[in-house]
């Protein structure tokens, strides 16, 4: 496994690391202006119109956090100005995603509807707006279709026309954008460095790279955020009993629980706990999250036990089905499923009537939009990209559906991935050391197009390896390379390792603090046993 990782040094880390920012870091003097999107002069000036000619307006958000945080700014902008507006969010199980027909019924009576994070596919939909007298404002951040709805305005920055320099951005910093561009036409003093909070959560949730001005946003985000007096974010700081919050905490603990609340029941939970305006209602709304992600957790090991069960080894592409699985779990499962098994997953649930929808995962280099758009014939509703789609199909397209996956995987030539993409080098244990985490902050918030910097070190005895944790679910390890001794630590993992034993392994490090005192750690990935 080793052979063919770079020997690394201090200096060559640091030029790797380097090479991820081509424009060098950028902050927030280096942000595009809001007239560079295709649109939103056109935009602004309607909505201006709007807010002078005392029009409704309702804004359409989605159920995800890019969605929840986009819907919240804009509600959040209209309180702070004084201008009453309407806000939905579809739910994930009665109407679908997005602005759709579904919906079209409980925003009659609206003069201009702006959706945030969705409605470049709403084609349907938005004639059906122009029908009832409804102008429409889209801005969405994902892919174009051949077909793009008629509307008054569209700001996406994949359209060919925009002059947007930046591709990967999400729906929270084009709302955020939006209004950037209202407050300058408006004249009105609000400090946007408060809106950046919420934006820095999108961009981490929605697994936007963290380069170039994503970069900028989600440090001042992060900045603001452990300054905020927003009630929402000093209630979870309470309840996770931290003082500040880092990129990590937000993509592992803070966006979970807002996306719980539209994956189990109604993402309207969400936005009413982000734009909480005291403590107590902030407390009550987090502690409601915080049950919506219990029972999402549980639902989801459940459900990905009995897919695990249904694995077919010898696919390429697995696909399982289970009876009445829930809808708002199956793309985590897909995810873990295909982290199990290193290969691409789709995870289907039949319902009684018998049409079947889920979701996929792709796993490495593998795309699982083109593989299985060569499918399409066989299914009803598809969409995504390389490496996440959402499906559904009839029941009785299924075997046929199957079959020509895996043959469009075999077509397209795809080699299983032995080099693991997030390993930047072997590293020997002589460079571990507080230069070496130094270097590593400094490229700092890791995530999306910026991964942790993860090593090998080859040829490692294991000293130690005893059970910690509770119920005994992690390892602490110590290893030794050529007389120099790391402290290590694996979580979640029964796995059993022989002292004494040489073993390749792979990590990131950290600093631990403890007890007054700053120690270097591993934090493991893999321990790989050499043959003895």
């Not at 200096?11 to 295709?38: A, C, H, N, V, W």
């Not at 929402?232 to 803070?254: P, V, Y």
């Not at 987090?286 to 009995?306: A, G, V």
Request: charged letters at 25%; a negative charge.
């Amino acid at each position: 496994m080793s052979k063919v990782y770079p020997t690394l040094t201090l200096q060559i880390l640091q030029t790797l690391l380097q090479t991820r920012f081509e424009e060098g870091f950028l902050t927030l003097r280096d942000l595009p202006q809001p007239s560079t999107f295709k649109d939103m002069d056109k935009a602004t000036k309607r909505i201006v119109s709007a807010i002078q000619d005392k029009e409704k307006i309702t804004i359409i958000g989605d159920y995800d956090v890019d969605g929840v945080t986009s819907t919240t700014l804009m509600k959040l902008f209209f309180e702070e100005i004084g201008y009453e507006i309407e806000w939905i969010i579809p739910n994930r199980f009665r109407d679908g995603y997005g602005l759709s027909s579904n919906i079209i019924p409980r925003i009659l009576g609206t003069d201009l509807a702006i959706t945030v994070d969705n409605g470049i596919s709403a084609v349907y939909a938005a004639k059906l707006c122009k029908e009832e007298g409804i102008e429409l404002i889209i801005t969405d951040h994902h892919i174009l279709a051949p077909e793009i709805p008629d509307a008054y305005a569209i700001i996406n920055q994949k359209q060919e026309e925009c002059d947007f320099p930046y591709e990967e951005v999400c729906g929270a910093q084009i709302a955020w954008y939006l209004i950037a561009s209202l407050k300058n036409a408006l004249d009105v003093k609000i400090n946007m460095m408060a809106y950046m909070e919420l934006v820095a959560i999108a961009i981490i949730a929605d697994m936007m790279p963290l380069q170039h001005i994503n970069r900028a946003m989600v440090q001042a985000g992060i900045k603001a955020l452990n300054k905020t007096e927003r009630p929402a974010i000093k209630a979870f700081l309470e309840h996770s009993q931290k003082e500040t919050l880092n990129a990590e905490d937000i993509g592992f603990f803070l966006a979970p629980l807002l996306n719980s609340a539209g994956r189990m029941e109604d993402a309207s939970f969400a936005v009413d706990f982000l734009s909480s305006t005291n403590i107590y209602d902030a407390r009550v709304r987090l502690e409601r999250l915080i049950e919506f992600n219990t029972l999402r957790k549980s639902t989801e090991y459940d459900i990905t036990q009995k897919a695990m069960l249904q694995v077919d080894h010898s696919d390429e592409v697995i696909i399982v089905v289970g009876e009445a699985w829930h809808e708002g779990v199956v793309g985590i499962v897909a995810a873990r499923v295909a982290r199990a098994c290193e290969k691409p997953c789709i995870v289907l649930s039949q319902s009684k009537e018998g049409s079947v929808k889920g979701s996929g995962r792709s796993f490495g280099e593998c795309d699982l939009f083109s593989i299985v758009d060569g499918a399409r014939i066989h299914l009803e509703k598809f969409g995504g990209h390389q490496a996440a789609i959402g499906l559904s199909l009839k029941k009785e397209s299924l075997k046929s559906f199957k079959t020509e996956v895996q043959k469009n995987f075999t077509e397209g030539n795809y080699v299983k991935e032995v080099v693991d993409p997030e390993i930047i080098g072997n590293l020997h244990f002589s460079y571990i050391s507080f230069d070496l985490t130094s270097i590593v902050k400094k490229y700092e918030p890791y995530g999306q197009g910026n991964t942790t910097p993860k090593f090998i070190s080859t040829n490692v005895e294991i000293l130690q390896a005893d059970s910690m944790g509770k119920e005994g679910e992690h390892l602490r390890f110590s290893f030794a390379q050529d007389g120099i001794v790391m402290q290590g630590v694996k979580f979640k993992t029964k796995e059993v390792f022989e002292v004494g034993s040489k073993a390749d392994i792979t990590y990131t490090v950290n600093e631990n603090h403890f007890r007054g005192k700053t120690t270097v750690q591993l934090m493991v990935d893999k321990v790989i046993s050499n043959p003895s």
